[in-house]
T-cell receptor, first 113, second 115 residues
Framework: DAKTTQPNSMESNEEEPVHLPCNHS???????IHWYRQLPSQGPEYVIHGLTSNVNNRMASMAIAEDRKSSTLILHRATLRDAAVYYCILKGMTTDSWGKLQFGAGTQVVVTP | EAGVAQSPRYKIIEKRQSVAFWCNPISGHATLYWYQQILGQGPKLLIQ????????DSQLPKDRFSAERLKGVDSTLKIQPAKLEDSAVYLCASSLDRWANEKLFFGSGTQLSVL
């Protein structure tokens, strides 16, 4: 399975932007890049996903490198509610990986008032 | 839209006992997943169903864990007998289908403590 690498933790001030990096050098052509986050005592929550182009939604933006070997999740104005573990995951369509969402350790985001 | 429902929310049992968890996915979702999340770790995929068929159970400890999804809707995950290391949160998720661009919706999980 294609793997991702994320920093263990990142800290941000409230109302500042947060840039969360993710490396996925072994990504295949049909892998989508997904981001989920998990608040304390809750199940993971979908944030955003994309294939090649940068994407935006009401929660966040994702910038994808031209070679697709890395991506960055951008939270435009961090709030205390954004304190969570953020997971960058590749979701593919090969025989071994079709539909699987395999989580790594993620990045713990700490937001300081 | 109703989310993924799981029950019970908490369960405490002694080792060697049996336990079952129930999941009701979002209506119309063909793909259902069970994950195990040990404290401090990311969720680990145990089993993936497509309708009522298993498409991946490579990480399910089949000597003690079993799961079924009758009629392609609700699902049950069972542990028999439980071990101390099974203490974890068990998460159920569903998606419309298993295409790579489909997002997953997660339930709140069942927290299992094995004493």
């Amino acid at each position: 399975d294609a793997k991702t690498t994320q920093p263990n933790s990142m800290e941000s001030n409230e109302e500042e932007p947060v840039h969360l990096p993710c490396n996925h050098s072994t990504i295949s052509g049909t892998d989508y890049i997904h981001w989920y986050r998990q608040l304390p005592s809750q199940g993971p929550e979908y944030v955003i996903h994309g294939l090649t182009s940068n994407v935006n939604n009401r929660m966040a933006s994702m910038a994808i490198a031209e070679d697709r070997k890395s991506s960055t999740l951008i939270l435009h104005r961090a709030t205390l509610r954004d304190a969570a573990v953020y997971y960058c995951i590749l979701k593919g369509m090969t025989t071994d990986s079709w539909g699987k969402l395999q989580f790594g350790a993620g990045t713990q985001v700490v937001v300081t008032p | 839209e109703a989310g993924v429902a799981q029950s019970p929310r908490y369960k405490i049992i002694e080792k060697r006992q049996s336990v079952a968890f129930w999941c009701n996915p979002i209506s119309g979702h063909a793909t259902l997943y069970w994950y195990q999340q040990i404290l401090g770790q990311g969720p680990k995929l145990l089993i993936q169903f497509q309708n009522n068929g298993v498409v991946d159970d490579s990480q399910l400890p089949k000597d003690r864990f079993s799961a079924e999804r009758l009629k392609g809707v609700d699902s049950t995950l069972k542990i028999q007998p439980a071990k101390l290391e099974d203490s974890a949160v068990y998460l159920c998720a569903s998606s419309l289908d298993r295409w790579a661009n489909e997002k997953l919706f997660f339930g709140s999980g069942t927290q299992l403590s094995v004493l």
